[in-house]
């Protein structure tokens, strides 16, 4: 899946977000959300070129533009410094990135976890995860990749002591692997399709073992949407109006899917595939459940102690708890002095509710 990488310090990060509170102000009617290629983000492209996301904006008297950019650090990076309204990432990245940035977020739609576009891949006699003990693996380091990995590990018994991590970036990791010294790599979809196609390669561990743990959300300011909740409503509207299209049977669905795959540089069959192992809140009410579920504080728990072991969370983190995180019914884990995440299902049972 996404990747991740310190292209900007910390520090660097949050003066940019400060200098940028000025364009974040009440009663504005221009926004600008940002997505980059991933088979739970390919709806945020096709409900704009369907016209589904300038409707819900106009029904709410406001622009919303939604950018595809090419770059998924790059994106966050941006939205951080403020450069845009929202951004699609993943819920360690919003932890790691833009909240330990200084940047108070909120998750405005969790839209779906990977239940398998995640995997650990062995070449030649590598049949499982005990056989990585002394070998080195790329991955794009303090990423959801690295994230799996640490999980694959415990599942063994066995830490990132008994292995070499290698850093390599999603666009050399298939390059990478082919390399006859390279036997492992974890990588995510569309890449993780076709390496574990290829002859002789093992996949041994997914994250359908780790289900809902690694999340692909919607996250925008938090202060933007507190001042301005026609963005809420109009990005949670055409969002779960294009997920249900999706879901349907009629030509329009098969229609919409081609034109996702095509976006994303495959072919129908193999963006369906990609789907497959993509849970999809497809409803609101499935969104709501899932964001609401008590299991969330505890895997965000699980995210923030391995993100403050690999010092992600910034220099002056003292613990894993250095980042309060706040879900619904008042539930607040971490620094209650210093919130910075927020899983907020405010807009997603107005949805659930039928209140758009």
């Known amino acids: ?23 974040i102000a009440a009663g504005r009617t221009d926004f600008k959300v940002c997505w980059t290629i991933y088979a739970g983000w390919m709806p945020w492209g096709q409900a704009k070129t369907q016209g589904i996301v300038s409707k819900w904006a106009k029904k709410y008297g406001i622009n919303v533009d939604v950018v595809q950019l090419n770059d998924y650090v790059e ?16 819920n360690m990245d919003a932890l790691t990135i833009p909240a330990s940035g200084g940047v108070d977020s909120t998750a405005l739609i969790v839209s779906d976890y990977s239940n398998g576009n995640d995997g650990v891949l062995m070449k030649g006699k590598g049949k499982q995860i005990a056989d990585l ?30 292995l070499k991590v290698v850093n390599t970036s999603d666009a050399d990791i298939s390059g990478a692997f082919a390399a006859p010294a390279v036997h492992n790599a974890v990588t995510w979809n ?18 359908s073992k780790i289900p809902g743990e690694i999340m692909d959300m919607m996250v925008v300011n938090t202060k933007t949407l507190q001042e301005n909740p026609a963005l809420g409503k109009a990005l949670t509207g055409a969002w779960f109006e294009m997920v249900a299209l999706m879901h349907g049977d009629s030509p329009d669905t098969t229609t919409a899917l081609t034109a996702m795959a095509k976006a994303s540089g495959t072919d129908l ?23 609401t579920s008590p299991d969330m504080p505890k895997i965000m728990t699980r995210v923030a102690k391995f993100s403050f072991d690999h010092g992600l969370l910034g220099q002056d983190a003292k613990s894993a708890d250095a980042i309060g995180m ?3 019914n008042g539930v607040v884990i971490g620094s209650k002095n210093n919130v910075k995440l927020r899983f907020d299902p405010t807009y997603v049972a107005m949805a659930a509710a039928g209140k758009l």
């Not at 996404?2 to 990060?13: D, E, H, Q």
């Open 75 to 90: 994106s966050i990076n941006q939205y951080t410094a403020g450069k845009f309204d929202g951004c699609a990432m993943t």
């Open 326 to 328: 706040a879900f619904g």
């Open 1 to 23: 899946m996404r990747k991740f990488a310190r292209c900007l310090g910390i520090a660097a990060l949050s003066l940019a977000a400060l200098a940028s509170q000025s364009a």
């Open 269 to 291: 069959a193999n963006f369906k595939g990609q789907l497959s192992t993509t849970a999809l809140f497809y409803t609101p009410k499935a969104a709501l459940d899932f964001v």
């Open 190 to 207: 569309p890449m993780l399709a076709d390496l574990k196609a290829q002859p002789n390669v093992t996949e041994v561990f997914d994250s």
């Open 133 to 162: 003990k002394g070998q080195q693996i790329n991955l794009v380091q303090f990423s959801v990749s690295h994230y799996l990995l640490a999980r694959a590990l415990d599942s063994a018994h066995m830490s990132e002591r008994d």
